[in-house]
Nanobody
Framework: QVQLVESGGGLVQPGGSLRLSCAAF????????MSWYRQAPGKERELVAG????????NYADSVKGRFTMSRDNAKNTVYLQMNSLKPEDTAVYYC??????????WGQGTQVTVSS
């Protein structure tokens, strides 16, 4: 059974940092690219960052480039999202995603990130 478990969200002041983690279970983690998405209140879910199966390549939304870094540890079946220089507009629920096939698209439960003074 595939399961994605996010952690690391919380309340942080503008300019602060958080590190999100997503532990994956139930599939061969090292075979698949992974992604982070976020959804702010009243907005559609958007792609934040993606990483290839080996971790050799990453891509980022323009809004987070230079501030966020996605990485993975295939030995621990875990992906990370290091978020620096956080802004109020980064406030959202952050979701981990594993797209295995068109019929096997898995999401975590989400972790809330709130950036506020």
């Amino acid at each position: 059974q595939v399961q994605l478990v996010e952690s690391g969200g919380g309340l942080v002041q503008p300019g602060g940092s958080l590190r999100l983690s997503c532990a994956a279970f139930g599939f061969i983690f090292s075979n698949y690219a992974m992604s982070w998405y976020r959804q702010a209140p009243g907005k559609e879910r958007e792609l934040v960052a993606g990483i290839t199966s080996t971790g050799g390549n990453t891509n980022y939304a323009d809004s987070v480039k230079g501030r966020f870094t996605m990485s993975r540890d295939n030995a621990k079946n875990t992906v990370y999202l290091q978020m620096n220089s956080l802004k109020p507009e980064d406030t959202a629920v952050y979701y981990c995603n594993a797209f295995l096939t068109w019929s096997k698209d898995y999401w975590g439960q989400g972790t809330q990130v709130t950036v506020s003074s």
